[in-house]
C-alpha cells in the first residue's frame, strides 16, 4: 500500500524556519515525483515546489523561491521541505503527493499544519 506521511509543522514567528518531512511507505520515492502543497485558511490547494524523479530538477513557486528548499534523501525514503524566513502568508496545511501538479497525483498524504504568527 502506497503511503505518504508529512511531518514537521508547528507553529513559528516571522522569519522563522521549519523542515518538514514527507516519508515514503510501500514505494520508493527515488522514482517518483514528490510535489509540496498548501492550502491557506479558506484558500484552495496550491503547489509549492516540486522534486522530478527523472532528472532531479527542483521547481518552486515565485513567493518561495530563495527561502524554501525541497530535496529528497533515498536512504531515508523521504523528500524535505526546509522553509526559511517564514512569513505569515506562507501558514496552512502541507500536504505532499506524487506529483508536481494536483491534477496528476494519485496519492496524497494527511498534511502538517504550519502557522507563522508572532
Known amino acids: 500500500q502506497v503511503q505518504l506521511v508529512e511531518s514537521g509543522g508547528g507553529l513559528v514567528q516571522p522569519g522563522g524556519s521549519l523542515r518538514l518531512s514527507c516519508a515514503a511507505s510501500?514505494?520508493?520515492?527515488?522514482?517518483?515525483?514528490i510535489g509540496w502543497f498548501r492550502r491557506a485558511p479558506g484558500g484552495v490547494r496550491e503547489g509549492v515546489s516540486c522534486i522530478v524523479s527523472s532528472d532531479g530538477s527542483t521547481h518552486y513557486i515565485d513567493p518561495v523561491k530563495g527561502r524554501f528548499t525541497i530535496s529528497r534523501d533515498n536512504a531515508k525514503n523521504t523528500v524535505f521541505l526546509q522553509m526559511n524566513s517564514l512569513q505569515p502568508e506562507d501558514t496552512g496545511v502541507y500536504y505532499c503527493?506524487?506529483?508536481?501538479?494536483?491534477?496528476?497525483?494519485?496519492?496524497w498524504g494527511q498534511g502538517t499544519q504550519v502557522t507563522v504568527s508572532s
Open positions: 503527493a506524487d506529483a508536481c501538479r494536483s491534477s496528476g497525483a494519485t496519492s
Open positions: 510501500g514505494f520508493s520515492l527515488e522514482h517518483y515525483t
